[in-house]
DNA sequence: ATGTCGGCATTGTGCCGA
């Protein structure tokens, strides 16, 4: 089983792209950040087309998150839970049933710029919501899955230049420390537990050529709970989505796991 | 080097979010 996550940044913009990546790569799940579409008007047809069932869970010009599963996709959640008042599309989650069942949770978490000031509050109080969920996902002891785009820069070895990203909010101390209190309750962070070192990102900002520069970032992660981390096989991220045509500002984090 | 995009409100372009 081959599972991807990838920060699309906009279906509408960018649907070739991704359905060339689909059709070439044709990765048994994938979860999409960024859909910027209502669920009305996702184009559901093109995904079916290639095998795909799929659930969206959108809003109107921002945000927005999908799961797509060559598997059926049982007990669909979307929200994350913890505050009713909250409207942004950031979180769905679904059971993929292949050779066992797995829990697969689709993250877009807050980008919290600029920091200090409501943004970064409304993001530290998100990641403190996700520590909730992902405790409740441990106590479970079965194999559950949390990929999408953090927004968060773990260590300093995550970033090109991390002086540049100090003040930051996907860098700051207290998005770091939140991170791993996440972290802490037992994941396994799948792409430090293949490959250590820098010079890892899966993010280069359209501006200012970092992509020629190679002026990235690592903030699009797969955390694994230990029943899920026992199956894992592989993590590896698709650096060269970036220099193909119309590509989004994020490249694909790819996890195989034994199931 | 505040250097790029996508989407929205809106019909030409400025704003927001990233």
């Known amino acids: ?57 959108g809003q109107k010009g921002f945000n927005g998150v999908a799961i797509l599963s060559k598997y059926p996709l049982e007990d669909v959640a979307r929200g994350l839970p913890g505050d009713d008042g909250d409207d942004q599309a950031r979180w769905i989650e679904a059971t993929v049933v292949g050779k066992r069942a797995l829990r697969i949770c689709c993250l877009y978490l807050p980008n919290g710029n600029p920091a200090p000031g409501p943004k970064y509050d409304y993001k530290l109080a998100w990641m403190e919501r996700l520590r909730l969920r992902a405790a409740a996902l441990i106590a479970e002891e079965t194999p559950a899955l949390m990929l999408g785009d953090y927004n968060v820069i773990p260590q300093a070895e995550d970033a090109a230049r991390p002086e540049a990203w100090e003040t930051d909010a996907l860098y700051r101390p207290e998005t770091r420390a939140a991170f791993r209190r996440v972290l802490n309750l037992g994941f396994t962070e799948a792409f430090r537990a293949r490959r250590q070192g820098g010079g890892h990102y899966s993010f280069w900002d359209y501006q200012a050529g970092a992509w020629n520069r190679n002026d990235g970032i690592r903030i699009d992660h797969a955390l694994l709970t230990p029943q899920a981390a026992d199956l894992m096989t592989e993590c590896w991220i698709e650096t060269d989505m970036r220099g193909r045509e119309k590509p989004s500002d994020h490249v694909p984090v790819w996890v195989e796991l034994d199931a």
Do not use: C
Request: no cysteine.
């Open 1 to 57: 089983m081959r599972i991807a996550t990838f920060n699309i940044n906009g279906v509408k913009a960018r649907i070739e792209t991704v359905l060339g990546w689909l059709e070439r790569e044709a990765p048994d799940v994938a979860v999409l950040q960024e859909i910027k579409s209502v669920d009305e008007a996702f184009p559901r047809a093109p995904f079916e087309d290639l095998g795909y069932n799929l659930e969206t869970h």
